[in-house]
């Protein structure tokens, strides 16, 4: 993969010990969770010291904005010089906001609600290292920090120049352990960026090419993982094929799929992954009627698919053989969901869509997309 055509993040493959021995020292400070650390640092020694020797900010749970607004100033250093994240988008979230605090801006709260503000003495941004054990997310590569309101259900994205990683490293290696569960979320997180690049405003004719060799990846490694036939070749293509949409994301943003996702993940605590996938059958349908029909047919045959129509059945029937109808389950049981139609048309994310949705037609694309995988 030619990295540099998408992102200007260094991206690297290779063990990730021999990349992060070299950030190990009293400047550096790493962000990840207990249990992790104990599963792929603290289990290894050079010279008789501890592997890592720099300081430590421990993730145990989602951030909260409230609670970052509130410590900012605990997460000050002016000695870090490298933040080093290992773990998943919460773990890369974190270091991003910390990254942020510690050279251009600090948060504040107006207008009932939290805002960036750019600092008048702009300090030097520590290197930002990410190292993802997970696949999905493309926080990796992406300028956008994610964290909640849990008092509003309110989802925040700050971005800014400071909060793009310096490096990432891929390593394969640290996927070998990952659930099958966070296999299925990531992994269908990964599918609806790829689909949300492929119709976007935003999209561009040179990304085709290597979106349509990321969908392979991603749609071989969804079907072996229904069938649990995980192999660490399927994980290095599907943790490149997450990478890749992340620094596409970041050029075309999301569209309607994640628009829609953002109420029935706050309100009705559906994963992530499943909530922006589960209308993608029916997305790719409605997006193939217009001024993107060309691409998506052709995306369609040159992946053995006869026509548009059969790749969203088959993309139906991956969904169901992966069993996310459980996870639906809140929207089965009740119809309440109906009520936050006007939350799912956030205008950053729907107007990038390249069909025009309306309200009646996005509460018909839910009510279908269920029935198909009931």
Known sequence: MK???????????????????EYSNSNSLLVTSNNLFKRFINVESYSRKPFWQGDIFWINKLLDINQI????LNLINNKIENIIALGGGTAIDTAKI???????????YRDCEFQLKELSNIKDKPNLITIPTTIGTGSEVTSFATCWDNHKNKKYSFESSTTLAKKTILDSDLLKTLPKNIRIYTGLDTLSHLFEVLWNNNFQDYMFDDILLALKYCLTYLRELSVDNIKNDLDKKMQIAACLAGTLIQKTKTAAAHSISYPLTYIFKIPHGVAVSF??????????????????????????????????????????????????????????WEDHINEMFNPSRMNNNCEKLIFDEVKLIIIESLEALN
């Open 3 to 21: 990295w540099a055509s998408h992102t200007n993040v260094q991206v690297l493959e290779g063990d990730f010990k021999l990349f992060i021995k």
């Open 69 to 72: 607004y509130k410590n900012q």
């Open 98 to 108: 910390i990254t942020l605090l510690n050279s251009s801006h600090s948060i504040i």
């Open 279 to 336: 209308t993608l059958p029916k997305l790719l349908i409605i997006n193939s009627r217009g001024k993107r029909r060309e691409i998506l047919l052709k995306a369609a045959i040159k992946l053995g698919y006869k026509n548009i129509n059969n790749w969203s059945e088959n993309i139906n029937t991956i969904l169901k053989n992966l069993e996310i109808t459980n996870d639906l389950m809140p929207l089965y049981k009740s119809s309440k």
